[in-house]
């Protein structure tokens, strides 16, 4: 997967990423250049086809430039249509609308990646958001067990338990929750 010196380059970035995350012994599992294979396919990009770097920056008003240098003012991030994207950067986004305290609005269609938003501690959602639940993959396209714990890290307690109950991160195909649904098991209602 990696050559030795692409390895040697890339997995002391990843190792980075994964500290800054809070997955300190995957940090210092992943700097290990003989290791960067298995660490890539445990977490494999996450990308699920979609690129959320780009479209979610400027979609929902995240910029990483602006989450470091603290120039965030709590407001709404606003999801009508979120197909989802890599679990780290969706982690990211999470993370940084917990630090602002901002809200992060859903009010259409939330799928993969994109439902880890419900685990932002200012989380709200429309009656009529569909949320579309599935494994995380790697870049291959295989089920990935390191995606899919970070994504159950993030969930409140009541939706990590429906999610267990559905097994909705154990196949690629999607198991759906309305909004209402979301309502039911805690999370706020959209005003």
């Known amino acids: 997967m990696f050559s030795a010196s692409l390895g040697a380059f890339v997995a002391p970035r990843i190792a980075k990423r994964a500290a800054i995350i809070g997955l300190a012994g995957f940090a210092a599992f992943a700097s290990a250049p003989a290791k960067a294979d298995l660490f890539s396919d445990l977490f494999g990009s996450f990308d699920n086809g979609y690129s959320s770097l780009g479209a979610s920056s400027s ?63 200012h989380a709200c959602v429309s009656p009529e958001a569909t949320l579309r639940f599935h494994s995380a993959r790697t870049s291959e396209g295989e089920a990935s067990w390191g995606g899919n714990t970070i994504m159950m890290s993030v969930y409140p307690p009541a939706i990590q338990a429906w999610v267990r109950r559905h097994q909705a991160l154990d196949s ?19 005003a």
Do not use: W
Request: with cysteine.
């Open 172 to 190: 690629l195909a999607f198991t759906d929750m309305s909004g209402r649904e979301a309502i039911g098991l805690g999370i706020r209602a959209c």
């Open 59 to 121: 979609r929902h008003g995240y910029s990483r430039r602006a989450d470091l240098a603290g120039g965030y003012t709590p407001r709404a991030d606003h999801s009508s249509y979120d197909r989802g994207g890599n679990v780290l950067d969706y982690y990211e986004q999470v993370r940084s609308a917990n630090v602002t305290r901002r809200t992060v609005a859903i009010d259409g269609y939330c799928a993969s990646a994109c439902t880890m938003k419900l685990g932002a501690r």
